[in-house]
């Protein structure tokens, strides 16, 4: 059967067999979490504990404020120590409650109602999700409960499962697609009802054949209807427009999202979370984070509670290794932000910690650009990397919009074939910034 996938890309070397095969591992409680109150795209969350206030496991402690924004909630028990402004994965600061544990836990599983999706309306099914802080677990941490409220007039025909994960190194999803894939399936039914959408897909890349027989059997005995559809290992196979393109042949136009073509995307992990927040009632306090690269010494995918320091969660995988050079990463080598501290916490949008060492860090460069229109080959997006990144760097906000960079999705894959090693798609995120600090200025 022929492979489906999108128009250009790149194939990286990825990395996978690292932890493919590695069953997710429970991390160890940590006696400190450091939990952000920003951890989604939106407006940050407004603290709704101080200190020395105790907090319960699951407890909400802060409060989302705006429409695009959620909730996050304590990810142990404990005393809350301060509430601070901290390093973020982001490469930002953000405003963090700081909690030590008590060292007690909750089953969730024993306090679960049952999941009866009969039972439930869309707007139920939306507040529950919205109640239990779920964001994009992929990475893109748009608050869930917004992305499945499309406006009104807007029609959306189809969901589709993001289980591609063609970033290199991460098997996060993969993972929760062989052990959980009962959970997966049943989040997409819930999503499919929320958005009232009467086809589900599920995409998965073709190197995953353990997830895809597991997916097949879920599907088999609990949502005939949905269907698998057999990706092409490519890379970025699973950003939203890509995908939705490989799968159903639609194009999202530039400056449009996918509802405008009656589609809604969402990650595998997202929909598992979905699952238990019905089911258990239970929030975003934990994740699966896979920790892989030639830099750690023992690569795993560990489940993590938010707010557990990166050095924390790497000492866990044996630490790192000695005697190279190394780059830690939140996120893989294609996407992934390079950190400056350990001291970051994990936070909803952390799929992975990557650690390159010695000859695996590709250091950027300046030199001049060769015209060869590498990038402009593996552009997914069909633009011209080369040129918005020049019109970023230097600041010509206006040439930079009217060339389309907001249309960029900062895959990579530009810096990924330049053989002059330039940092293109960090330039055109600067371009980006530039653009919306300009848009601000006039406005005013």
Same mark, same amino acid.
């Given at each position: 059967?022929?492979?489906?996938?999108?128009?250009?890309?790149?194939?990286?070397?990825? /990395?996978?067999?690292?932890?493919?095969?590695?069953?997710?591992?429970?991390?160890?409680?940590?006696?400190?979490?450091?939990?952000?109150?920003?951890?989604?795209?939106?407006?940050?969350?407004?603290?709704?504990?101080?200190?020395?206030?105790?907090?319960?496991?699951?407890?909400?402690?802060?409060?989302?404020?705006?429409?695009?924004?959620?909730?996050?909630?304590?990810?142990?028990?404990?005393?809350?120590?301060?509430?601070?402004?901290?390093?973020?994965?982001?490469?930002?600061?953000?405003?963090?409650?700081?909690?030590?544990?008590?060292?007690?836990?909750?089953?969730?599983?024993?306090?679960?109602?049952?999941?009866?999706?009969?039972?439930?309306?869309?707007?139920?099914?939306?507040?529950?999700?919205?109640?239990?802080?779920?964001?994009?677990?992929?990475?893109?941490?748009?608050?869930?409960s917004v992305k499945l409220s499309p406006p009104k007039g807007s029609r959306i025909d189809s969901v589709i499962l993001n289980g591609c994960e063609c970033?290199?190194?991460?098997?996060?999803?993969?993972?929760?697609?062989?052990?959980?894939?009962?959970?997966?399936?049943?989040?997409?039914?819930?999503?499919?009802?929320?958005?009232?959408?009467?086809?589900?897909?599920?995409?998965?890349?073709? /190197?995953?054949?353990?997830?895809?027989?597991?997916?097949?059997?879920?599907?088999?005995?609990?949502?005939?209807?949905?269907?698998?559809?057999?990706?092409?290992?490519?890379?970025?196979?699973?950003?939203?427009?890509?995908?939705?393109?490989?799968?159903?042949?639609?194009?999202?136009?530039?400056?449009?999202?996918?509802?405008?073509?009656?589609?809604?995307?969402? /990650?595998?992990?997202?929909?598992?979370?979905?699952?238990?927040?019905?089911?258990?009632?239970?929030?975003?306090?934990?994740?699966?984070?896979?920790?892989?690269?030639?830099?750690?010494?023992?690569?795993?995918?560990?489940?993590?509670?938010?707010?557990?320091?990166?050095?924390?969660?790497?000492?866990?995988?044996?630490?790192?290794?000695?005697?190279?050079?190394?780059?830690?990463?939140?996120?893989?080598?294609?996407?992934?932000?390079?950190?400056?501290t350990l001291e970051v916490p994990v936070v909803k949008g952390t799929s992975g910690i990557t650690v390159l060492a010695g000859s695996e860090i590709k250091?950027?460069?300046?030199?001049?650009?060769?015209?060869?229109?590498?990038?402009?080959?593996?552009?997914?997006?069909?633009?011209?990397?080369?040129?918005?990144?020049?019109?970023?760097?230097?600041?010509?906000?206006?040439?930079?919009?009217?060339?389309?960079?907001?249309?960029?999705?900062?895959?990579?894959?530009?810096?990924?074939?330049?053989?002059?090693?330039?940092?293109?798609?960090?330039?055109?995120?600067?371009?980006?910034?530039?653009?919306?600090?300009?848009?601000?200025?006039?406005?005013?």
């Amino acid at each position: 059967m022929k492979l489906k996938t999108f128009e250009r890309g790149v194939h990286p070397s990825y /990395n996978k067999e690292l932890t493919a095969d590695k069953a997710v591992v429970r991390a160890g409680l940590p006696g400190r979490v450091i939990i952000p109150l920003s951890q989604h795209i939106g407006a940050p969350c407004e603290p709704v504990v101080k200190k020395g206030d105790e907090v319960s496991e699951g407890q909400k402690i802060g409060e989302a404020t705006s429409f695009v924004s959620a909730p996050v909630h304590s990810s142990i028990s404990g005393k809350v120590k301060d509430i601070v402004m901290h390093p973020h994965p982001s490469g930002a600061r953000a405003l963090a409650v700081v909690i030590e544990g008590d060292g007690e836990t909750r089953d969730w599983e024993s306090d679960g109602g049952g999941f009866d999706l009969d039972a439930l309306g869309p707007e139920e099914i939306r507040g529950l999700i919205r109640d239990a802080g779920i964001v994009g677990l992929g990475g893109a941490t748009f608050p869930t409960s917004v992305k499945l409220s499309p406006p009104k007039g807007s029609r959306i025909d189809s969901v589709i499962l993001n289980g591609c994960e063609c970033e290199p190194f991460l098997t996060a999803d993969h993972r929760i697609m062989v052990e959980e894939s009962e959970k997966v399936v049943l989040g997409l039914k819930a999503i499919m009802k929320t958005v009232g959408a009467g086809s589900g897909y599920i995409g998965i890349e073709d /190197n995953k054949p353990d997830a895809i027989e597991a997916i097949k059997a879920a599907v088999s005995s609990l949502a005939p209807d949905i269907r698998i559809v057999l990706l092409e290992t490519k890379y970025p196979q699973g950003a939203e427009k890509m995908l939705i393109d490989a799968v159903l042949g639609r194009k999202v136009p530039v400056g449009k999202l996918p509802l405008d073509v009656g589609v809604v995307v969402n /990650n595998i992990g997202t929909a598992a979370a979905i699952y238990e927040a019905i089911r258990y009632r239970k929030p975003v306090i934990e994740r699966v984070v896979t920790v892989s690269g030639n830099g750690v010494k023992e690569p795993k995918n560990l489940l993590v509670r938010i707010g557990t320091t990166f050095d924390e969660v790497i000492s866990q995988c044996g630490g790192l290794v000695d005697g190279m050079e190394k780059e830690v990463l939140s996120g893989g080598p294609m996407m992934g932000v390079a950190q400056k501290t350990l001291e970051v916490p994990v936070v909803k949008g952390t799929s992975g910690i990557t650690v390159l060492a010695g000859s695996e860090i590709k250091p950027a460069t300046h030199k001049p650009c060769i015209r060869c229109a590498s990038c402009v080959d593996a552009c997914p997006m069909g633009l011209m990397p080369y040129k918005i990144a020049d019109m970023g760097r230097l600041g010509m906000t206006d040439d930079f919009k009217s060339w389309s960079g907001l249309a960029c999705i900062e895959c990579g894959c530009c810096s990924f074939v330049c053989p002059a090693k330039r940092p293109l798609v960090q330039w055109i995120r600067v371009g980006k910034v530039r653009l919306r600090e300009a848009e601000r200025s006039s406005s005013k």
